[in-house]
Each structure stands twice: as structure tokens, then as C-alpha cells.
Nanobody, 121 residues
Framework: QVQLVESGGGLVQPGGSLRLSCAAS????????MGWYRQAPGKQRELVAT???????NYADSVKGRFSISRDNAKNTVHLQMNSLKPEDTAVYYC???????????????WGQGTQVTVSS
């Protein structure tokens, strides 16, 4: 019923920038909080940034000041602008969205397939 598709990942040198995008499609009443998580090899998935439907944002301490999350409600998309990238940022990045649908009238978290971000010289 709901699909999330990420794009924009790739290989970038340390200090470089990447912009990730995530588009939601399907049948739903509303999309509440959207966010980005990441998982590096051998580590647990961790929160990177979230943004509410009203635009309030939260960031992990490790990315604060370097990353910026934004959303376009009309297009059902969320973006993550990543600047001053470090090798430690290398991970698979996942898009998430809290969605309310007719078949399940409670907020349910949906996840995308993930996109690889590699920071290396």
C-alpha cells in the first residue's frame, strides 16, 4: 500500500557532499514524521535525522551542523543534504515515514530499501 524509494547515494570523497531523496507513494491519509537512519557494517541501525509534518527537526549529535533534513509535503518527499562528509558516514541510509492508512488507522512506520553512501578517497 505504501512504498518508499530512496535515491542519491553513491561514492564521494571526504569533505564532499551528497543529497539523498526519498519519495513516498501509495494510498494513505497522511504522513507524519519522516526520517533518515543509517547502518554501517557490524553496527546497529542509528537515527540520523527526523522531521515532523510541521517542519520540526532533530539530528544525531554526530551529524549536527553538517547534515540538513527537509521535506516537501506536496510531493511526499524528504531530503537529506549531507555536507563535509567523513569516512565514518559510510553506511546504508534508510528512509522512514510514519503513515496512517484506511486499512490501519494508526500510525505505522514504513521503510525504504536503502541507498549506499560511501565516503572514501
Amino acid at each position: 500500500q505504501v512504498q518508499l524509494v530512496e535515491s542519491g547515494g553513491g561514492l564521494v570523497q571526504p569533505g564532499g557532499s551528497l543529497r539523498l531523496s526519498c519519495a513516498a507513494s501509495g494510498s494513505f491519509f497522511s504522513i507524519n514524521t519522516m526520517g533518515w537512519y543509517r547502518q554501517a557494517p557490524g553496527k546497529q541501525r542509528e537515527l540520523v535525522a527526523t522531521i515532523s509534518s510541521g517542519g520540526s527537526t532533530n539530528y544525531a549529535d554526530s551529524v549536527k551542523g553538517r547534515f540538513s533534513i527537509s521535506r516537501d509535503n506536496a510531493k511526499n518527499t524528504v531530503h537529506l543534504q549531507m555536507n563535509s562528509l567523513k569516512p565514518e558516514d559510510t553506511a546504508v541510509y534508510y528512509c522512514s515515514a510514519g503513515v496512517v492508512t484506511a486499512s490501519f488507522p494508526r500510525e505505522y512506520d514504513y521503510w525504504g530499501q536503502g541507498t549506499q553512501v560511501t565516503v572514501s578517497s
